[in-house]
């Protein structure tokens, strides 16, 4: 076995011990449900009428018909065994650490270097996440492809064949269609373009900027080759943005001003490099600060990217990886920064998946070039290549045992944030469904405390006071719930249930025939209880 052999290995068995545990995780409550085991075109298995729904349809606010298509694949080989699904994350995690290794190894022929990218990308905390909730299945598959069209573009580079060319532009629209996230991906090749591909060179100093013999295409033909890869990745951002605000996910300027989005994006980007470096009080739900932070906070973190941003650019006297890393880090987040605000988080743990791969490269090419500066033995790199990732494994490890269930997840997450309304909502609607409905009532109540104008935790708490026996009480939210969102069919059919409790017929019919008028899937069990009132 050759050495590149041995290290595929290595990682394999690394990324595999680390996250097999997974393997005896359910579904969760948590968007799973909504990805598979409560989506009718998903439990159906790989059927045509589930192709022709995946490629035309927008659920959950997110177009992304491949994933859709791998979800659907995995019920017909698993069902509804949830350590089937997993296997799947954790096999395309395997493949993107191994294809990261390749992909490098090939553009740069460093093979410990490479080696080690790959490894802190497999093993490192933050990338738990996205492997651990099979709803994040996206991610990881838009990734497997984007790093393939990497690799055939690295081809490319070298022999300029219009196959090699060909296949990058197919598996870009692939990954594309699995999530928009490499959306940046023309950017990533024009870096790579640069370093190590080194088909761009800058100008000899003293000269009117000119290509050197044989250092490649020019600045303008670069451009226009990477034309098709810009014009799928604007056709994507339109998809997604179209996508989600259709599905009411996008919040408008009068929502979240644009200076509180810029606000949040510069800290976060902070915060994630800070989490890169010491991976601690990771959680599922990040919420979206209900204040601006502070001036110090602000401009410290804008202090701190600058800074970083000069160091790389200050490093281009001798070495090109610092920018590159860098630049690759800041541009692959754009999309997830939170400029164009989806959803109520101010960060994610997943949404670093490809950024830190930029990361990683400065982490190891630095590392390997200041042994050779301190003329350390070549030992000392290849034991710092392993004692790295090992030691990232084990708070990985941890990471991975919170993804048990929505018990624990929640739980986690209410310990390491603060007036975290998702995480008391959800806790509470795990605790209720167990039974144990006076602790989910004191998480549900906190939840309205922090939001008290949401009809979901309205409705949530008046379906655990029902369970306690608190009628009156259950009323008065359903009513709440109900002025919030006057078309919530599950508001609608919760209200009548409770108005028929008490004896209000009229009233109970009124509102079960509404809830079928709002939700048509809901026809047969509206029927069947006016019958029963009859």
Known sequence: MGRAAAIATLLCLLTAAVFAPVLGHGFLHFDDGIYVTENPAVRAGLTWPGVRWAFSSVHHSNWTPLTWLSHMLDVELFGLAPAGHHLVNVLLHVSNAVLLFAVFRRMTGALRRSALVAALFAVHPLHVEPVAWIATRKDLLSTFFGLLSLWCYAGFAVRARRRDYGLALLFAALSLLAKQMLVTLPLILLLLDWWPLRRLSPARPGRRARRREGSGPGVAALLLE???????????????????????????????????????????WVIYVEKTIVPAGLCAFYPFPSEPHSGWLLGGSLVGLVA???????????????????????????????????????????????????????????????????????????????????????????????????????????????????????????LHARGENDAAARHLEAALRLRPDSPKAHNNLANTYLDLGRTADALRHLKLALRLAP????????????????????????????????????????????????
């Open 226 to 268: 990477k034309a098709p890869f810009f014009a799928l990745s604007f056709a994507a951002s339109v998809a997604a943005f179209l996508a989600q605000r259709r599905g009411g996910s996008v919040a408008d300027l009068e929502m979240l001003s644009l200076w509180r989005r810029i606000d949040n994006a510069v800290v976060s």
């Open 308 to 430: 970083l941003t000069v160091v790389a650019v200050w490093a281009l006297r001798e070495r090109r990886y610092p920018a590159v890393g860098w630049l690759w880090f800041l541009v692959t987040l754009v999309p997830v920064i939170g400029l164009v605000q989806i959803g109520n988080q101010a960060l994610a743990d997943r949404y670093t998946y490809v950024p830190l791969i930029g990361l990683f490269v400065v982490v190891s090419f630095g590392a390997a070039d200041l042994f050779d500066r301190w003329r350390l033995p070549d030992a000392a790199f290849t034991a710092m290549c392993i004692a790295l990732p090992c030691a990232l494994a084990f708070p990985a490890s941890r990471q991975v045992r919170t993804w048990q269930s929505d018990q624990t997840l929640f739980e986690r997450a209410l310990a390491v944030t603060e007036a975290n309304f998702t995480a008391h909502n959800n806790l509470g609607n795990v």
């Open 487 to 534: 078309d919530a069919f599950q508001v609608h059919f919760n209200l009548a249930g409770v108005l028929a409790k008490l004896g209000r017929t009229d009233e109970a019919i009124a509102h079960y025939r509404r809830a079928a008028e709002l939700e048509p899937a809901l026809t047969a069990r509206v029927q069947q209880r006016l019958r029963s009132l009859r």
